[in-house]
């Protein structure tokens, strides 16, 4: 038996922000656009919003001050900006970091308590309708219910998603992603492959969510070395976005699971891009849940383009990495042996990400995972 939800409209496609006017429209007529500190700015792509916004006759205000790795201070003065402004529609405008927070403002807002309650265990009541339209093919945020804040105090990163999280629709506009520059490309792209690859080994997998995955990671494979070499190339680019627009709907319901767990921790103690981490520890993540999940790893061989058996997954996985310059160890980002006892601490208490893992790890299982990437592949 397996269940299957997903309720987000989607409009996928070259050009696809101009239907944010209309489809706005339809859910409230005071937006909130949420965005991160000046790259959609920069390339036009907020003015073009807030003039299809007013043409559809839907008041918007900005605000523009989402950072990477968006913390719960973040979110909370985002809600109070909606709440000031009357608004009864968030829009997130951006990568993963503005559509996260885009969702939890929404929720809080609509509730009118901070999103530290939610993270400790808080039930929302109501969201206000949340618009996503991604710019960059990395998280996926824009089909599945997740969001990813920062305790800005502990440091501690935490995933949360609910039903009344998901967007009602979202725009995947692959113009918007022409303007990545490589290193994003690289680390946002191999985000995606491991959703794929997580939601794939993920116990909590089912057959259409590893229908997505496996897809998911094929177009990875096939695409992210040319948009990483050429930014204008947009038959790889609309090859990515969708890698992760499906990666997002196969971790929407398989969910990710130990390395997402083991990556969190960095980038929330360290502020490195979510992607940059999660390669550096792949390679020791993948030989850790090799034994737990054979089969599925000499199909994920096959898909990196080895010949289809388990332990050839290691190879394939590092040939990708090394393809976009993704090859590094954690001590590159700034982590060091010090850091290995808190990282497994927090990393340990991310019970749900535990739970989905294909192998059972225990704290030290962890700390060794950590060591183990300390140096690249
Ligand atoms: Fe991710």
Redesign the pocket.
Known sequence: MFRHFNPVELYFGSGTLEKAGGLAARYGSRALVVTGRSSMKKIGALDRLLEVLEEAGVAAEVFGQVEPNPSFATVDRGAQRARDGACDLVIGLGG?SPMDAAKAIAMCAATGRPVADFFAGGEPEDALPVLEIASTS???SEADRYL?LTNQETREKQGWGHRLTYPRASMVDVDLMRAMPPRLTAATGL??F??GLEAYVSTAATPLTELYAVEAMRLVVENLEAAYEDGENMEARTGMAWASTLAGMA?DGGR?TLL?GL?HPVSGHLDVP??EG?AALSLAYLEFILPACPEKCARIAWLLGEEQAAENSIEGLRRLLQSVDMDGGLAELGVTEEMVDRLARDAGEARRLLETNPRPASLEDIRRLYRQSLEGG
């Open positions: 993963g990395g998280t996926g990813v985000d995606v491991f959703h971790i990710t997402h990556e979510h992607g999660l």
